[in-house]
T-cell receptor
């Protein structure tokens, strides 16, 4: 079945650091990938839709200059959390659409000290 | 009002019990409906899609009532391994409609 790989799975870094998270579709081409964020005991919230070769579409309230998305190929989308602060600590999950349903990466747990 | 609402629980049931989860959604244009399962600190995994006619997969039965905008999941003969958070998920009406997640219902099955 379709597999989505996400890297790294866990990041701990100092406040002010920029962190890049990769999302790869391993056995299929994904023109569209999605980035979600999940805070403890809360639901997954869609942050942005990443489209290969074009600008990402951000959900309301998500700062595009803070969360940079690059989808340069059909198998890779990256999310960069720029100048991360403790309030950015969360579980970030990507997914790729292959018909239905979406297939999720393993998630990246980001902790900003 | 949240787009997708679930009773957060937690539900604590003994092995072998039957447990039901409910979910309501606000967007009447929603087209597709799913139940996902999420284990602690893991990504969500699709449990089953939900169809208007109702559908069953082993011990799991899902129902959809479009008129009431209501979705349910029934788990029979609960196993310890069923302990997880169950997410009600709704997809919008377009081909690339986004998934909207409920906050999840926590289930703990005990011996």
């Amino acid at each position: 079945g379709a597999v989505v790989s996400q890297h790294p799975s866990w990041v701990i870094c100092k406040s002010g650091t920029s962190v890049k998270i990769e999302c790869r579709s391993l056995d299929f081409q994904a023109t569209t990938m999605f980035w979600y964020r999940q805070f403890p005991k809360q639901s997954l919230m869609l942050m942005a839709t990443s489209n290969e070769g074009s600008k990402a579409t951000y959900e309301q309230g998500v700062e595009k200059d803070k969360f940079l998305i690059n989808h340069a190929s059909l198998t890779l989308s990256t999310l960069t959390v720029t100048s991360a602060h403790p309030e950015d600590s969360s579980f970030y999950i990507c997914s790729a659409r292959v018909d239905q349903p979406q297939h999720f990466g393993d998630g990246t747990r980001l902790s900003i000290l | 009002r949240k787009e997708v609402e679930q009773d957060p629980g937690p539900f604590n049931v003994p092995e072998g019990a039957t447990v039901a989860f409910n979910c309501t959604y606000s967007n009447s244009a929603s087209q597709s409906f799913f139940w996902y399962r999420q284990d602690c600190r893991k990504e969500p995994k699709l449990l089953m899609s939900v169809y208007s006619s109702g559908n069953e997969d082993g011990r799991f039965t899902a129902q959809l009532n479009r008129a009431s905008q209501y979705i349910s999941l029934l788990i029979r003969d609960s196993k310890l391994s069923d302990s997880a958070t169950y997410l009600c998920v709704v997809k919008g009406g377009t081909s690339y409609g986004k998934l909207t997640f409920g906050q999840g219902t926590i289930l703990t099955v005990h011996p």
